[in-house]
């Protein structure tokens, strides 16, 4: 059985050599609530499709790795309480025992490349924990062995961004500040953290990407780009609400894999949505800058 399902709008496009984006489904079944979570999936589509680009979002569905979705699949997601949240170590047990499955960014990019699509839009790619080092994302693994740009706000604020950058580096992936210098912090525009290289047009991320191909690198490229600026949340103010929910996390124990999804909720409860917000925010023009670059890279 062909465990890989791409449907016919995405197969024809990639066979035509026109531009597909990848999109994750984990920020529909476990990112956002319900209905801004249909609400923000159906909107990502649209930006993508309205910048010359096709649509793929990605999921594990009854089994089958399925590559672009319909609204009915969108709201199932949407709305049912059975669908696991997949890493790439979850993707033989979902497949074997027939499930649901949410992607992550490392369980996207693995089933993006293998379906042959170069670009992957998402929110923010996991990191290194803080104050736990050996606590380290399976996306930045997938990122040092998969080739696929990622599109993505930086790692998400509540990480260790210095020593996620360090990761990076050590296992050579590039990452490319779009239109800034420095490394975004997810709702915040600015880490001080400096980007390996600029590019300030999908041209300009297009010829590294193809220079990264061409010398058999196969490491993914990280594309950085900050949160759109009317969106923003203030720096010092994120920083305050982030060690209030450490702090609470501590006190509950909670730890693991359960840490991002409680932090992100404490978060969301504390600044009174507006993290939800500024993450639809940069999720849709992270969907249209992923469309560009990948317009932007040769057939």
Not at 24 to 50: C, D, F, K
Request: net charge negative; glycine share 8%.
């Amino acid at each position: 059985m062909n465990k890989l399902q791409i449907n016919a709008t995405v197969q024809s496009a990639l066979r035509e050599g026109r531009p597909v984006v990848a999109l994750e489904s984990t920020v529909i079944a476990h990112g956002l609530p319900y209905p801004q979570n249909l609400e923000a999936a159906l909107a990502i589509e649209e930006r993508v499709r309205a910048e010359g680009a096709v649509p793929a979002t990605i999921a594990v569905l009854g089994g089958a790795l399925r590559v672009g979705l319909d609204r009915r699949d969108l709201e199932h997601l949407a709305t049912a309480n059975n669908v696991r949240k997949v890493s790439r170590r979850d993707l033989p047990i979902v497949v074997a025992h027939r499930e649901e499955g949410a992607t992550t960014v490392a369980a996207t990019m693995w089933i993006a490349h293998r379906a042959g699509i170069r670009v992957f839009a998402t929110g923010g790619i996991g990191g290194v924990h803080r104050g736990h080092p050996q606590d380290v994302s399976a996306d930045l693994a997938e990122l040092a062995r998969t080739p696929v740009v990622v599109v993505c706000s930086g790692a998400k604020e509540i990480l260790d961004l210095p020593h996620t950058l360090e990761w990076l580096e050590t296992w050579g992936v590039p990452v490319v500040g779009y239109q800034s210098d420095e490394l975004p912090a997810f709702y915040v525009r600015h880490s001080g953290l400096p980007v390996d290289v600029r590019a300030d047009t999908p041209a300009d991320v297009a010829r590294i990407a193809v220079a990264q191909r061409s010398l058999g690198l196969e490491s993914g490229l990280v594309v950085a780009v900050p949160i759109p600026e009317e969106a923003a949340l203030d720096e010092s103010g994120m920083e305050a609400n982030i060690a209030q929910a450490l702090d609470e996390a501590k006190a509950q124990q909670i730890k693991g894999k359960e840490i991002t999804p409680f932090l992100l909720s404490y978060l969301h409860e504390h600044t009174h949505g507006q993290t939800l917000r500024a993450n639809i925010a940069l999720l849709l023009n992270n969907a249209a800058v992923a469309a560009r670059i990948a317009g932007a890279l040769p057939p």
